[in-house]
């Protein structure tokens, strides 16, 4: 079975072979701003970000993207509309978006939700409503 977040965060820290890596802790996480670890701010082709969110914020709109992006969920449930359907996003599930898919974040449990999110491709200003 997989290791709970937190105790696989403490085994990746305190490895030596994993100095100068760069490591996402979440012990230092706000909740609802998510933590980009990569994308084309720092030349990568790929944004990925992960974070906890315990509300729907107002900047949550239906949109799409020219790209596939995908959600990895790690603990709690999430609820996202896509396309007139809601999709349950819980841990150990992947929900992915085609290119041009319109999704929305509906709601999430009332302990939060965490969740991993890969975007196929990183590119300023292709969040379209």
């Not at 490895?15 to 890596?21: A, D, K, L, R």
């Not at 701010?41 to 799409?64: A, F, K, Y």
């Not at 819980?90 to 041009?100: A, I």
Request: contains cysteine; negative net charge; glycine residues 10%.
């Amino acid at each position: 079975s997989w290791p709970k977040i937190s105790s696989f965060y403490k085994r990746v820290i305190s490895s030596e072979e994993n100095v100068g890596m760069k490591v996402y802790d979440n012990a230092t996480e706000n909740a609802d701003t998510p933590t980009w670890v990569c994308g084309h701010w720092n030349g990568s082709p790929l944004e990925i970000g992960m974070g906890l969110r315990t509300e729907v914020g107002e900047h949550e709109v239906r949109h799409h993207h020219p790209y596939c992006e995908y959600f990895i969920g790690l603990e709690g449930t999430a609820e996202f509309e896509v396309e007139g359907s809601v999709v349950e996003l819980r841990p150990g599930l992947v929900v992915m978006f085609e290119p041009g898919e319109r999704h929305q974040l509906l709601s999430v449990s009332q302990a939060g939700a965490r969740w991993i999110v890969i975007k196929e491709q990183s590119k300023p200003g292709t969040k379209y409503r």
